[in-house]
């Protein structure tokens, strides 16, 4: 059996003494693996780095099989940010957070199509933080785990939603939330559908705390497992060269 397609790197693992375990995001075949002979040698390294895309041919003699692994760098992402740590952090999260939660060889275009131009952004100035988190958000939903942020639980008003239930994951206006306020999460405006405003640190923040929260409960405890390790890091770091001095921070972040 064989196919070709352009696929963006996942992880990249270790195999024996010369080969590697590549985790390819593809369109047309979503989340799929092969052996690369010879790649732990200096062309395996370049080509197979997280978050590169890269056109391969993969081959085996039944389809249940690994498989293995040639091809050629398409587009390397990872070293367009590899000297900015944030952009880095960020390419690494996606990367894993792809390769933690979609299921092995079923396609998921639209999952693929979000990865790829949250890769083309890291290259802009601002706005892939933005990008990020909505990817995080679109991810869920093609994973069936949406979240309904368009009107509110409560009053089925569309207006002045802020609010998230943990238990429903639907939007809840101000007025409705307000007596339960402690016990909601924030809901950034940049989220909502239709939310065009430029997100300040803090609204990215709790975008992100907004989808880990429901990744974790939705996602990975219910299989005993955790988010993963690269987007803690991701978080982490974010938070640490955000401010809540508004939209002036939100555009240099990643700059500097």
């Not at 369109?27 to 010879?38: C, D, F, M, N, T």
């Not at 081959?59 to 944030?86: C, H, K, M, N, W």
């Not at 809540?244 to 500097?256: F, L, N, Q, R």
Request: neutral net charge; aromatic residues 8%; charged residues 25%.
């Amino acid at each position: 059996m064989q196919w070709s397609e352009t696929g963006i790197v996942l992880a990249a693992r270790r195999h024996g003494e010369s080969a590697l375990v590549v985790h390819l995001l593809t369109r047309e075949r979503g989340r799929h693996a092969g052996l690369v002979h010879g790649g732990q040698g200096r062309r395996g390294r370049t080509i197979y780095q997280l978050g590169n895309s890269v056109a391969v041919t993969w081959r085996a003699r039944l389809e249940e099989q690994l498989g293995t692994f040639s091809g050629e760098l398409a587009t390397g992402y990872a070293a367009r940010v590899i000297d900015d740590p944030l952009r880095l952090a960020c390419l690494s999260a996606a990367a894993a957070m792809a390769e933690a939660a979609l299921p092995e060889r079923e396609p998921h275009p639209r999952a693929y199509d979000g990865l790829a131009a949250l890769l083309e952004a890291l290259d802009r100035a601002h706005g892939w933080t933005e990008l990020y988190a909505r990817w995080e958000l679109e991810l869920l939903a093609e994973l069936g785990f949406g979240l309904d942020l368009a009107r509110c639980a409560a009053t089925g008003a569309s207006e002045d939603l802020v609010y998230v239930s943990p238990k429903s994951g639907q939007a809840v206006s101000r007025a409705a939330g307000e007596p339960y306020r402690g016990q909601l999460l924030p809901l950034p405006g940049f989220l909502r559908n239709g939310g065009e405003a430029e997100p300040t640190g803090s609204e990215l923040t709790d975008a992100l705390t907004l989808t880990g929260f429901f990744w974790e409960r939705r996602v990975f405890l219910p299989h005993g497992r955790k988010l993963p390790a690269a987007r803690t890091r991701f978080v982490d770091r974010l938070g640490r060269q955000t401010t809540h001095s508004g939209k002036a921070a939100v555009d240099t972040i990643g700059s500097t």
